[in-house]
Nanobody
Framework: VHLVESGGGVVQAGGSLRLSCAAS????????IGWVRQAPGKEREGVSC????????YYADSVKGRFTISSDAAKNTVYLQMNSLKPEDTAVYYC???????????????WGQGTQVTVSS
């Protein structure tokens, strides 16, 4: 199983980025993929996740209304559209796979390598 994130970068506050998580090595049905971020000196935070079986989603309160998670099963890719970015969104963003299809359970089986998002004020 491989998860490869892309799309991170440096953006000014109020800007947007779209992260991608390309998954391979497993069937896309009945799994869940989540985005988890880790900022220096802070606890890991589950940002958002999506179920591949029914498309249900979850968002942390800190990103509700600003971030949107989506998936393209044909491309085995999950996206995280991040709008109205704030300096506190600065972190390494990881995508992670839950083979049991649990939504944001934090019991992920596989992780990507992470992509850095830096929001300047």
């Amino acid at each position: 199983v491989h998860l490869v994130e892309s799309g991170g970068g440096v953006v000014q506050a109020g800007g947007s980025l779209r992260l991608s998580c390309a998954a391979s090595g497993f069937t896309f049905d009945d799994h869940a993929i989540g985005w988890v971020r880790q900022a220096p000196g802070k606890e890991r935070e589950g940002v958002s996740c999506i179920s591949s079986s029914d498309g249900s989603t979850y968002y942390a309160d800190s990103v509700k209304g600003r971030f949107t998670i989506s998936s393209d099963a044909a491309k085995n890719t999950v996206y995280l559209q991040m709008n109205s970015l704030k300096p506190e969104d600065t972190a390494v963003y990881y995508c992670a796979l839950d083979l049991m299809g649990r939504l944001c359970s934090d019991g992920y089986d596989y992780w990507g390598q992470g992509t850095q998002v830096t929001v300047s004020s």
